[in-house]
């Protein structure tokens, strides 16, 4: 079964760049069929899709943070990346890697265990 | 499109059925799934398209409503059900999120 694992910085000092990535395993990015997204959830709140990206490289950004953010694929490691530029205490929360949307529905499944990510000096 | 869960927190014994309600601010036909949250864990998909239980979940969860009125109910309330639902939409982008329902021990 797929899983998902973020890895990163869980310290970034304010006006920084925040960058996580996310390992797939159990399954291939590149075999197609689904999105790979990024989700937040500030401390205590609830969710905030990030955006996503396609084995291909195709991505889509919530307009909320869409200056801000940038999500990239490396096939080879099965892995894909969120990097969140010019970050304040605001961007502080737990982020999450998910796979999805497809091309069943736009739901999230399964997701990984999450990394709070603390933006301080 | 914004998603309004009611309520955002109850309090209920085990065996009691549980309703919550998400209201979307448009219409977006079946296009709707809830999550569930344990404290410290990432969000589990319980229900896809509405009414669509996912692999694995106990059948006392159900889901069901379209257009801009949702339900998720739990038929009888077992201890590990003690969480915090969320609903989705699935119909627009940028994809959304309700505020959550924490659902607690009475």
């Known amino acids: 079964q797929v899983q998902l694992q973020e890895s990163g910085s869980g310290l970034v000092k304010p006006l920084q760049t925040l960058s996580l990535t996310c390992t797939v395993s159990g399954g291939s990015i590149s075999s197609g069929g689904y999105y790979w997204s990024w989700i937040r959830q500030h401390p205590g709140k609830g969710l905030e899709w990030i955006g996503y990206i396609y084995y291909s490289g195709d991505t889509y950004y919530n307009p909320s943070l869409k200056s801000r953010v940038t999500i990239s694929v490396d096939t080879s490691k099965n892995q894909f990346s969120l990097k969140l530029t010019s970050v304040t205490a605001a961007d502080t929360a737990v982020y999450y890697c998910?796979?999805?949307?497809?091309?069943?529905?736009?739901?999230?499944?399964?997701w990984g265990q999450g990394t709070l990510v603390t933006v301080s000096s | 499109i914004q998603l309004t869960q009611s309520p955002s927190s109850l309090s209920a014994s085990v065996g009691d059925r549980v309703t919550i309600t998400c209201r979307a601010s448009q219409g977006i036909s079946s296009y709707l799934a809830w999550y569930q949250q344990k404290p410290g864990k990432a969000p589990k998909l319980l229900i896809s398209a509405a009414s669509t239980l996912q692999s694995g979940v106990p059948s006392r969860f159900s889901g069901s409503g379209s257009g801009t009125d949702f339900t998720l109910t739990i038929s009888s309330l077992q201890p590990e059900d003690f969480a915090t639902y969320y609903c989705q939409q699935l119909n627009t982008y940028p994809l959304t999120f309700g505020g959550g329902t924490k659902v607690e021990i009475k």
């Open positions: 998910a796979r999805g949307p497809s091309g069943y529905g736009n739901w999230f499944d399964p």
